[in-house]
Each structure stands twice: as C-alpha cells, then as structure tokens.
C-alpha cells in the first residue's frame, strides 16, 4: 500500500475546507465530518500534526504545533467547524478550567474559550503591558494569547470605563 506523505495529508484537508474566493475576513467552513459539538474531524491529522480536530489541525499548520495540548484552541467568530486561522487563538488553562475538563471528560475546549473565561489577572497584565506603552503583538507574545484577544480586551476595558 502506497504511504501518504505528510503533503498529501495537508492537501486532503484542505480539500474538505471551503476557503472563500476573496480572504476577506469570512469564515473557513469545514465541509466533512463534525463531531457532535460541531467541531470538524480529520482523522489523520493525527499522523500530521498530533490532532483530530480541524480547527487545532489549521491552527498547528498556520502557527505550529501546539505542545500543550491541554490547550484549547478559540474561535473568535463563535463557529465551531471554521477553520480560518485568523479566527483562532490559543486560549488560557486556568486551574478551574482543567478541573472541569476532568470532571466532565470533555475537550477544555468546549468550556474555556468564552471571552468571559480569560482571567481578570490576565486582563489586568495585559492592560499595564499597554499602558506601558507595549504594541500588540508584543501583549500577544508575552501573555500567550492572539492579538485579536488582546485587542478584545483592551477594547472591552475601554468600552467598561476602565480608569
Ligand atoms: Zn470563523
């Protein structure tokens, strides 16, 4: 039997992505299996990159693989089988989350993506990094999240009022 490379893996996933003409923001939609949650699945993403979830697949391809797979991987746009890479972000685990990982036995991610989940300590860090006169992607890189995060709570603090 003829073995897959890794390149053929690559492109049969992206065989099943409907990637629209114009990359203009809109959502990447998974077109094959989903699981019950919505979630696209490719088996050998498995053999690819350690992943069986299409969002986590596009999201090892376009930024590497994610070591803590304990991890969850977002979306912003609240779409589980989207694909886009620019709406997915690598969320935080904070203690409780991976406690109700356990108690439930179900993917973290799931539970932990809410924009409401990032700790307010996190929020707070990522704030004075801001008001320290820090850019974006230096916020992103220092606290682990994406930039589309940190403009989310940077934007919601303004919009709350903050001091
Ligand atoms: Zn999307």
Redesign the pocket.
Known sequence: MKKLSEKTYTERFWEKVDVPEQKDGR??LWTAGKNRDGYGVFPDGMKLVGERRAHRISYALHYGIIEDRSLSVC?A?D?PS?V?PN?LWLGTNSENMEDMHRKSRRPAVEQSCKFDRIPEEVRDHIRSLRDSGKNYSNIARTVGLSVYHVKRVLGASEILGKN
């Open positions: 959502c990447w979306h746009c779409t989207c886009n709406h």
